[in-house]
């Protein structure tokens, strides 16, 4: 069996090790931002994420069974955290179309308010990343990209907008990329994480 990456002898001998530990430092620098946020603002960390993904996508992903499926929670603890929005005044829903039994949630102007004001929350780890040079954000971005498509192949994260896993997407020669649906090949510093008109690969 492999030795745990949080094994200090084996981790700093092994440079792979070391990049987990890192991003696994990063991610906790995340969640310590969006509990701060989440103090001054009243509002879970959930809540915060839910107002912000509302904020910044379409009215098919504003649905419960979606997401649940995006944050990776029951649907009963997603109409919880949306029922405690709508009675705090940030968001209300509505009847989808042709379909009486699903809602979309949609945010008040408050609600958008809030969601803007919190959504700054993770401004602090921008800052280092805006002193990388061009390429070495090039490079960083085609590193997570790989790393996540492998994590959301291997189930441990589920739906991923990204151009890695669209159909529209096509890697030529060369590792030269190319989108179908803009029909014109992609710079590294154009692929996409959360793509709004992504299809996913049957």
């Known amino acids: 069996m492999k030795p745990s990456d ?11 090790s070391k990049i987990v530990v890192a991003l696994e430092r990063i991610s906790q620098s995340f969640r310590s931002l969006l509990w701060q946020e989440s103090t001054e ?3 879970s960390p959930i809540q915060i994420q839910f107002l912000i993904f509302l904020l910044h996508h379409s009215k098919e992903k504003r649905k419960v069974s979606y997401l649940a499926q995006e944050f990776n929670l029951s649907k009963a603890t997603v109409s919880e955290t949306i029922k405690l929005l709508i009675e705090k005044k940030l968001a209300y829903k509505t009847n989808a179309p042709n379909d009486s ?25 921008n800052n280092p990343i805006d002193l990388l040079t061009e390429k070495d954000k090039e490079v960083m971005l085609l590193s997570l990209l790989n790393i996540i498509k492998h994590l959301n192949q291997t189930g441990v994260i589920s739906i991923q907008r990204m151009c890695w896993t669209c159909e529209y997407y096509r890697n030529l ?9 803009l029909n014109q090949e992609l710079t590294p510093t154009e692929l996409r994480i959360d793509c709004p008109e992504h299809l996913l690969t049957p």
């Open 6 to 16: 949080f094994d200090l002898e084996y981790q700093n001998q092994n440079i792979e």
């Open 41 to 43: 603002s009243s509002l």
């Open 101 to 125: 039994r699903s809602f979309i949630i949609s945010l008040t102007d408050y609600g958008r308010k809030v969601a803007k004001d919190t959504s700054t929350f993770s401004s602090e780890i």
């Open 173 to 181: 020669k060369n590792q030269q990329h190319f989108c179908n649906l």
